[in-house]
């Protein structure tokens, strides 16, 4: 019978594994497995040591070939290393080679993002959206994980209980597929009511990549206390909070974050809580522009924005993280003059591409605070006006 997969990474030492491809550079290849760290260290496993081939496409069944694995395989011999992270999603096949050649456990980053939201649930409904996302990422992997159970060769005699087994479990982790969306059907609808019970409220919700700052900001903005955290994916459930500039109400979401490969399970599984985003009248985009490849997150999110049909809002980009960007950015030996007329170019060239719906602020120094609460709210009362032109007055 199937179990269900509970990686516990605690005090585990792990080894990250990364593909070239013809469309991407060594340096693009190593702050992916930069990123890879983090989130291994979210979980709470250690990355000593990265692992980079370049091929002209993935092996079909060691994905990096026996070569590199020979080389991981010499590496780990005698280390208490326990896991391998590989950068990009692997089959049950590809896992099962793998995990024979060097004898440990083997995953891949979407199996070590689903641990991570696995960890870090704590509503019923993120459990459920979680353990669906599990499931649907397990089933088509049945086969090759299995394949250690099968008789070698082919034709008679090779059809007995592994074969069985197989199917066994396939029916079951598709009847617990059904069951855990029958579920997350109830509380879709439980939610979707609550949501049309918060009145005619203008909504904003606050989306980005994870690790921005977007809960920081939700603390600054509506003065409450969502929990914040220097780790990726420090937010699973939707937080949402009644906020009032000047006499104009409206509500704020802080949402999950967005990732580079972000499995389509997650995605799918949570569709209730991204609905924040897609009901949304005018979404904050937050950006980490200390991060060396800001503008590949924005396209990230952008790209996901896209995926779950809320890309035609309005979007205002929220720079954060301004005092980290300038500590990078600027030597001490700087000119003042050249440090003002640099960031003023870089304000520039984002109000031009984001037709002057930006802002540069930095939240952990409150820098710039009320240049973001005037635009929002410049940009919730123009929505009010447009909801409903003859009022003049919003305060509900």
Same mark, same amino acid.
């Given at each position: 019978?199937?179990e @269900? @997969?509970n990686?516990?990474?605690q005090? =585990?030492?792990?080894?990250?594994?990364?593909?070239?491809?013809?469309?991407q550079?060594? +340096?693009?290849? &190593?702050?992916?497995?930069? =990123?890879?760290?983090?989130?291994?260290e979210?979980?709470?496993?250690?990355?000593?040591?990265?692992?980079?081939?370049?091929l002209p496409?993935?092996?079909?069944k060691?994905y #990096?070939g026996?070569?590199?694995?020979?080389?991981?395989?010499?590496?780990?011999?005698? @280390?208490? $290393?326990? $896991?391998a992270?590989?950068?990009?999603?692997? !089959?049950?096949?590809?896992?099962? +080679?793998?995990?024979?050649?060097?004898?440990?456990k083997?995953?891949?980053?979407?199996?070590?993002?689903?641990d991570?939201?696995?960890?870090?649930?704590?509503?019923?409904?993120?459990?459920?959206?979680?353990?669906?996302?599990?499931?649907?990422?397990?089933?088509?992997?049945?086969?090759?994980?299995?394949s250690h159970? =099968?008789?070698?060769g082919? /034709?008679?005699?090779?059809?007995?209980? /592994?074969?069985?087994?197989?199917e066994?479990?396939?029916r079951?982790?598709?009847d617990?597929?059904?069951?855990?969306?029958r579920r997350?059907?109830?509380?879709?609808?439980?939610?979707?009511?609550?949501?049309?019970?918060?009145?005619?409220?203008?909504r904003?919700?606050?989306?980005?990549?994870?690790?921005?700052?977007?809960?920081t #900001?939700?603390n600054?903005?509506?003065?409450?206390?969502?929990?914040?955290?220097?780790k990726?994916?420090?937010?699973?459930?939707?937080t949402?909070?009644?906020?009032?500039?000047e006499?104009?109400?409206?509500?704020l979401?802080?949402?999950?974050?967005?990732?580079?490969?972000?499995?389509? +399970?997650?995605?799918?599984?949570?569709?209730?809580t991204?609905?924040?985003?897609?009901?949304?009248?005018?979404?904050?985009h937050?950006?980490d522009? !200390? +991060?060396p490849?800001?503008?590949?997150?924005?396209?990230?999110?952008?790209?996901?924005?896209h995926?779950?049909?809320?890309?035609?809002?309005?979007?205002?980009?929220?720079f954060?993280?301004?005092?980290?960007?300038?500590?990078?950015?600027?030597?001490?030996?700087l000119d003042?003059?050249?440090?003002?007329?640099?960031?003023? =170019?870089?304000k520039?060239?984002?109000?031009?591409?984001?037709?002057?719906?930006?802002?540069?602020?930095?939240?952990?120094?409150?820098? &710039? #605070?009320?240049?973001l609460?005037?635009?929002?709210?410049e940009?919730?009362?123009?929505?009010?006006?447009?909801?409903?032109?003859?009022?003049?007055?919003y305060?509900?």
């Amino acid at each position: 019978m199937i179990e @269900k @997969k509970n990686y516990s990474f605690q005090e =585990e030492r792990a080894v990250l594994v990364g593909l070239i491809l013809p469309t991407q550079t060594e +340096h693009d290849v &190593n702050e992916y497995l930069d =990123e890879l760290a983090f989130l291994a260290e979210t979980a709470g496993a250690t990355a000593l040591r990265k692992f980079i081939q370049k091929l002209p496409h993935p092996d079909s069944k060691t994905y #990096i070939g026996k070569g590199k694995l020979q080389e991981i395989k010499d590496y780990i011999t005698g @280390k208490d $290393i326990r $896991i391998a992270i590989f950068d990009d999603e692997l !089959s049950g096949s590809q896992i099962n +080679h793998i995990e024979k050649a060097l004898e440990v456990k083997t995953i891949d980053r979407s199996d070590l993002i689903l641990d991570i939201f696995a960890s870090r649930a704590k509503t019923a409904q993120a459990k459920l959206q979680v353990e669906l996302a599990q499931y649907q990422y397990l089933l088509p992997r049945l086969r090759g994980m299995w394949s250690h159970l =099968e008789r070698l060769g082919g /034709g008679i005699g090779t059809r007995g209980p /592994g074969e069985t087994e197989i199917e066994t479990d396939r029916r079951i982790v598709k009847d617990k597929i059904s069951l855990l969306r029958r579920r997350l059907s109830v509380i879709d609808k439980q939610a979707f009511t609550q949501r049309k019970d918060r009145g005619e409220f203008i909504r904003a919700a606050l989306v980005g990549y994870t690790n921005v700052g977007k809960s920081t #900001i939700m603390n600054l903005l509506s003065k409450s206390d969502v929990f914040a955290e220097n780790k990726l994916f420090a937010t699973l459930d939707t937080t949402t909070r009644k906020i009032v500039f000047e006499n104009t109400p409206f509500l704020l979401s802080d949402t999950v974050g967005f990732i580079r490969k972000l499995p389509h +399970h997650l995605v799918e599984s949570f569709k209730s809580t991204l609905d924040e985003v897609r009901e949304a009248d005018v979404l904050l985009h937050v950006v980490d522009l !200390s +991060h060396p490849r800001y503008e590949e997150q924005i396209a990230v999110v952008n790209r996901t924005l896209h995926e779950i049909n809320a890309s035609d809002k309005p979007i205002i980009l929220v720079f954060n993280k301004m005092d980290l960007y300038e500590k990078q950015t600027f030597d001490e030996w700087l000119d003042s003059s050249v440090k003002v007329e640099m960031i003023r =170019e870089l304000k520039a060239r984002w109000e031009n591409e984001s037709q002057g719906q930006c802002v540069f602020i930095s939240a952990l120094e409150k820098r &710039n #605070i009320e240049e973001l609460r005037t635009g929002i709210l410049e940009r919730v009362r123009s929505l009010y006006q447009v909801r409903y032109p003859y009022k003049t007055e919003y305060n509900y």
